[in-house]
């Protein structure tokens, strides 16, 4: 693949890749607000809009197929959505800056300007109402046209310029998903929903009483622990209680209590369990976040140092299972689902071009397929060794399996021991498409005449170094999917006609999963595109190196009926418990 810039000379160019249609003339347009009015810097030419003349104005532009320059999508995409208008490609100028600021192949002097922290400083609009023009937006006080030529002038010094520009223009593509994602909303019965709480909870609760479901396993709990006044609402309540039940407990998590064999533990997990689920996903959740049908929560692409997305209202990013069956379909459409099966793993063989993992990756079950190569007796032996490597586990079975996978994968597990000794060392470490990893603070080597501060010392440095040895492969499974993204979201605009929501659309995005609304008729179509962008993902990424990434894809009525995840334990929790889980969101 060619040279993707996505910063590049603000006349025209040829773009290049699935980002970005191969042959076509591509030009820039910069917007700027000024005042109430829009500045459109375009081929050497400043065109002044009135802000309600803006969407017409892009749309008869968009033909063309511009790069729209804008300091932040989200406080122009949501508006321009509103008005019915979707655009191809943008350059998110916050979300690149992020990038470039933290980057190591980046010289650092190249992006230093009068308003430079203000960049540094500038979040994004998470407001759920699309608007334009807020009052006193920080944005305001920046310079987009300064910012872009120091973008361009850091990008085209680095020597990753190909890599670091393939991540820019994946995570400004990743704004218009994200935008689009919560202007289209994800379909969400509330009668369904009323109804699964009702079964779980008992009827709605007047304000400040619990559910009748609660009521009931109290006095059981209670009477468990011979404390008849517990209030298991309470954690630092529950733990008092609980000590005071002659349990040396010291803390009241759930992965704590179980290890604890005492007849009231099972009923307490269960009322914490039902409590966490009133309050997030409770009616009051319902209320606040379900509105005309349609579920739309504030996803923030790269939330998450490792490059991630976080989600910002809705607790978008922890659907809980048990309420899937609320999200179904409108009629005579179908929701397309699809999750690759254990992401991170797969990234890891390619991004070392291991060629033994890549291999055993070629299987549907990465672990099985080390299995059959030989390297461990059993399924659960490669996957305990594998998060062990990633996670950094030493003990247990997961660091009795390292010296054998050590041998098996040597590139593999080289790359992450690498990554956590650059840690330990207080060295940034990168994804593989440039991402930089977040500086430690400064730590001691401690005082000579005191061993305890030695020791905490290198706790701190060893964590740290977890925190690396994961970062570089965290990061670069969020750049597949990224990528998977960006191209799928083209991929989808062409099956369809009309506006965004009239197509097959994305609605729902988690780390290794996307949901797409598809009209029933297109909904194979969908699926094909799904796998397709899947394919080009890892292209984009490893080249011809020879690394698969299956997709499980569903096509359903309501997201509940979609088949489980091959491995749901693989990427994203319910780790063993000798794999130390840092988790690097944080950091």
Same mark, same amino acid.
């Given at each position: 693949m060619g040279c993707v810039r996505p910063l590049c000379v603000p006349r025209e160019r040829r773009t290049v890749g699935p980002l970005g249609d191969t042959g076509r003339v591509l030009r820039s347009v910069v917007l700027v607000r000024r005042g109430d009015d829009v500045e459109a810097h375009e081929d050497g030419t400043v065109t002044r809009l009135g802000r309600e003349d803006l969407p017409a104005w892009v749309a008869a532009r968009e033909p063309g197929h511009p790069r729209w320059?804008? /300091? /932040?999508?989200?406080?122009?995409? #949501?508006?321009?959505l509103a008005a019915g208008v979707r655009v191809e490609r943008c350059t998110d100028l916050r979300l690149c800056h992020g990038v470039l600021r933290r980057s190591a192949h980046v010289d650092q002097t190249l992006l230093a300007g009068a308003d430079t922290d203000g960049w540094d400083a500038l979040s994004p609009v998470t407001a759920d109402e699309p608007a334009l023009f807020a009052l006193a937006d920080p944005a305001d006080r920046l310079d987009p046209i300064a910012e872009l030529a120091r973008q361009q002038a850091a990008l085209a010094a680095s020597p990753e310029l190909r890599r670091l520009g393939l991540l820019l223009a994946a995570e400004s593509a990743g704004a218009l998903v994200a935008a689009e994602m919560q202007h289209a909303g994800m379909p969400w019965r509330a009668d369904v929903h009323d109804r699964l709480l009702r079964d779980l909870l008992g009827p709605r609760p007047v304000a400040g009483q619990r559910p009748a479901v609660l009521e009931r396993l109290l006095p059981e709990i209670r009477a468990a622990f011979g404390q008849p006044v517990m209030n298991p609402d309470s954690p630092t309540d529950l733990l008092a209680s609980l000590r005071a039940a002659g349990l040396e407990v010291t803390d009241t998590r759930s992965w704590t209590l179980r290890e604890i064999e005492h007849p009231g533990v099972e009923p307490l997990l269960r009322y914490k369990k039902l409590l966490r689920l009133m309050h997030a996903n409770g009616w009051s959740w319902l209320d606040a976040w379900v509105r005309d049908g349609r579920f739309r929560p504030v996803f923030l692409p790269a939330g998450v140092v490792t490059g991630r997305w976080a989600s910002q209202g809705g607790g978008a990013l922890s659907a809980p299972v048990q309420l899937r069956p609320a999200a179904v379909a409108d009629e005579g459409w179908r929701f397309v689902v699809a999750d690759v099966a254990q992401l991170e793993p797969r990234v890891l063989a390619g991004m070392s071009r291991d060629a033994a993992m890549a291999e055993a990756a070629r299987a549907r079950d990465l672990y099985q397929g080390m299995v059959d190569s030989g390297a461990v007796e059993t399924r659960t032996q490669a996957k305990l060794g594998i998060l062990g490597a990633m996670y950094g586990g030493t003990r247990g079975?997961?660091?009795?399996?390292?010296?054998?996978?050590?041998?098996?994968? #040597?590139?593999?597990?080289?790359?992450v021991e690498q990554a956590a000794r650059a840690g330990e060392r207080g060295e940034v470490v990168s994804t593989l498409l440039g991402r930089g990893s977040p500086r430690p603070g400064p730590w001691s080597r401690g005082d000579a005449d005191d061993p305890a501060t030695g020791r905490a010392a290198d706790s701190r440095r060893r964590a740290w170094g977890r925190f690396t040895r994961n970062f570089v492969v965290q990061g670069t499974g969020a750049e597949w999917a990224s990528c998977w993204l960006a191209d799928l979201r083209n991929r989808l605009w062409r099956l369809g006609d009309g506006l965004l929501t009239d197509r097959p659309h994305l609605v729902f995005f988690l780390h290794d999963e996307v949901v797409v609304h598809s009209p029933a008729a297109l909904a194979d179509d969908v699926a094909e595109v799904v796998r397709a962008a899947a394919v080009e993902a890892g292209r984009l990424l490893f080249g011809s190196f020879p690394v698969d990434f299956p997709l499980d894809v569903a096509v359903v009525r309501s997201w509940a009926d979609a088949d489980a995840p091959l491995d749901p334990a693989a990427e994203d929790g319910n780790l063993p418990a000798e794999v130390p889980d840092t988790d690097v969101r944080a950091v």
């Open positions: 320059v804008w /300091d /932040d999508a989200t406080r122009w995409y #949501p508006g321009l079975e997961s660091g009795a399996m390292l010296p054998r996978l050590t041998r098996r994968y #040597p590139a593999a597990v080289g790359l």
